[in-house]
C-alpha cells in the first residue's frame, strides 16, 4: 500500500427523523437519482480504491440501493454507539487492515458535492501534507452546525457542535459541511480516543479534530465559496430547495453545451439524460430517467418523457411518453400518451389523442387522431383513420394486431386481435376488422345504412329538430307510403 492510496467512506446510517419519511432519508430522489447516488457517483469519479457506505437505519432498503447503483461499495454496518465519530471508526474497520492511505469522508445527505470540489480537497490535504483537512463554509445563520474555532493567528483550533457552544462560539459564522480528507492512520487513533461526554451523548467525529491537534497533528480547514455543494438535505424544504438548485445548474450545463431552453422555470431535466445540440426544449417539460434526445429535436411544450429516446428533429408535443423510442423526424403530439415499448418508426407520426402501448409504428407510419394502438405493428407508410381501436384483450390474454407495408385504414375501425391486414390492403370506415385481410383487399363490413324518411317529424314533433326537417322538406307534404327507404 502507498501513501497515495484513496478510500471513500460514505455515513449513511443516520435515522432522518426530520424527514417525516417511511422511505430512507438517502433514498429520496433529486435530480432523478437517490440522495446516495449522487455521493456514490462523486465517490466512482474520485477513482478511490475502496468506497465504504455505513448504513445502520433501514439498513436492508439503503444496502439494495446502494448495492444496485455501485455494486462494488463496502458495505459496513454501524453498531448501537451512536454518533458520526462512531460511524467513521466502523468504516475504517471495513478497509483492509493495512489501508495506509487517505481516507474522504462524505456524507449520504450532501448530493450536490461534485468530484472536482472533493478532489481539491484530497490534493490540498496531500499538498500540505496535512493529518486532517476539512471543508467549512461562511453561513449567515449557522444554527445547528459545528463551528470552526480558529485561534487569534486564525489556525484551526477546534470544531464545537452547536449544542456545545458558548454564546461567543455561537456568534461564529464559520461551519463544518462535514467533509473530510484524514489520513487513515490519524482516523483511527483519534477515533480511538473520542469519549461521549457531550451535549447528545455520541461519539462526535469532529473531535477528532481536537485530538488530532492535541497530539501535534496538523489540521487545515479550507472554506467553500459555492455554499450549495455542501448543502445537506435534513427535511424536505431543504430536498426541494436543493432539487430546484440541482435542476438549475442541470439547465445551464446544457445551456452552455448548445440546448434551447425557452423557460428554465418549468423545464425539469434529471442528472442522467443526455441532450443533443441545437435541440429546442419548449415551456413545462420534463426530461427524466435515462431519457436522451438527439441534435435538432424540438420537445414541449407541456411534455413529460421517462427513459424514452428521441431521434434527430424529431418534434414532440404536449406527449406524456415512457420507455419509448421515437425516430429521427418523426411527430409525436399534441396530446398523445405513449406507454411502455413504444416504437414510433422514422418520420412517422402519433398525433392527437392518441394512445400507444407495445406498438410498433415503422417509417413513415401514420396514426393522426383519436386511437388507441396496443400489441400493434404499422407497416411503413401505412396510414391508421382516425379513431382506430385495437381490441388487443379478450379479458384473458393480449393479442396482437399487425398492419402491413402501405396499408390505408379507414375512420372508427376496430382491429379485433389477433389479425393480420396484408401490404396495400385498404379497410372501409367503420370496419370491425375480426378476420384478416390478404393483400390488396379492400375490407367492408358496416351494414349497409337504413334511412327513415319523415321519422323526425313524426316521432319529435314540436321540436327544434322537427322544424328544421319541415323546413328543409319546402313543407311539402309527406309520402307516407315511402316512409322507410334504403
Ligand atoms: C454533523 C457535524 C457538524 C456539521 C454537520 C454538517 C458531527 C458531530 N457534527 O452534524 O459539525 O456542521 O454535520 O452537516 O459530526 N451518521 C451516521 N451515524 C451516526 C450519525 C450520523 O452514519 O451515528 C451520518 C448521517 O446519516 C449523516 C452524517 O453522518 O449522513 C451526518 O450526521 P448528522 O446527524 O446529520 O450530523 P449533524 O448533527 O448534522
Ligand atoms: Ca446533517
Known sequence: MTASELAVVILAAGKGTRMKSKTPKVLHRL??????????????????????????????????????????????????????????????EALPA???????????????????????????????????????????DPTGFGRVIRGRDGAFESIVEHKDCTDEQRRVTEINSGVYAFTARAAREALAKIGMQNAQGEKYLTDAASIIKADGGRIAAIAITDNWLVQGINDRAQLGA????????????????????????????????????????QPGTQLRGATSVAEGAVIGPDTTLVDCEVGENAVVKRTDATLSVIGPNATVGPWSYLRPNSVIGPGAK???FVETKNAQLAEGAKVPHLSYIGDAEIGPRSNIGAGAITANYDGVQKHRTVVGADVKIGSDNVFVAPVTVGDGAYSGAGTTIRKDVPAGALALNASPQRNLAGWVERHRAGTAAAEAAAKARGDAPEDATAAESE
Request: charged residues 25%; without cysteine; proline residues 3%.
Open 242 to 281: 436543493t432539487a430546484r438548485e440541482y435542476n438549475r445548474r442541470i439547465l445551464e450545463r446544457w445551456m452552455r453545451d448548445g440546448v434551447t431552453i425557452v423557460d428554465p422555470d418549468t423545464t425539469i431535466i434529471e442528472r442522467n439524460v443526455t441532450i443533443g445540440t441545437d435541440v429546442e426544449i
Open 350 to 352: 402519433v398525433g392527437t
Open 31 to 92: 435530480g432523478g437519482v437517490p440522495l446516495i447516488g449522487h455521493v456514490l457517483h462523486t465517490a466512482a469519479e474520485l477513482g478511490a480504491r475502496h468506497t465504504v457506505a455505513v448504513v445502520r437505519h433501514e439498513r436492508d432498503a439503503v444496502v439494495r440501493a446502494i448495492l444496485d447503483l455501485a455494486p462494488g461499495t463496502i458495505i459496513a454496518d454501524q453498531d448501537e454507539v451512536p454518533g458520526t465519530g462512531r460511524a467513521l471508526e466502523i468504516g475504517l
Open 98 to 140: 493495512d489501508f495506509d492511505g487517505d481516507v474522504v469522508v462524505l456524507s449520504g445527505d450532501v448530493p450536490l458535492l461534485d468530484s472536482v470540489t472533493v478532489g481539491r480537497l484530497v490534493e490540498a490535504h496531500r499538498g500540505e501534507r496535512d493529518d486532517l483537512t476539512l471543508l467549512s463554509a461562511f453561513y449567515d
